[in-house]
């Protein structure tokens, strides 16, 4: 089971909607470590780190949302890493 990392910039109406919550429920029910913060331009960036399985699932929830985001487009972008960076999931203010 490869380590990896998956960062995406989440595109649509998914700022002040509950998004940043509903990422770091499902990535802690997943096991992932990371973090998930509000972008100036309107964005949500997410960087989340664990098993690829996993990513993978979490992934497919993040292009859902909760109810009230509307996911236009994520944009994704992948890496093996060697070991895990961060201890939790957080959300960043």
Not at 16 to 26: A, L, P, S, Y
Not at 39 to 44: C, E, S
């Amino acid at each position: 089971m490869a380590l990896g990392q998956l960062t995406l910039a989440v595109y649509g109406d998914v700022q002040g909607v509950g998004f940043r919550w509903f990422v770091q429920e499902q990535a802690v029910k997943l096991g992932l470590v990371g973090w998930v913060r509000n972008n100036p331009d309107g964005t949500v960036g997410v960087v989340a780190q664990g098993v690829e399985e996993k990513l993978r699932e979490f992934l497919a929830l993040c292009r859902h949302g909760p109810g009230f985001a509307r996911v236009r487009e994520a944009v994704e972008e992948w890496q093996e890493i060697p070991k895990l960076d961060f201890v939790d999931f957080e959300i960043k203010f």
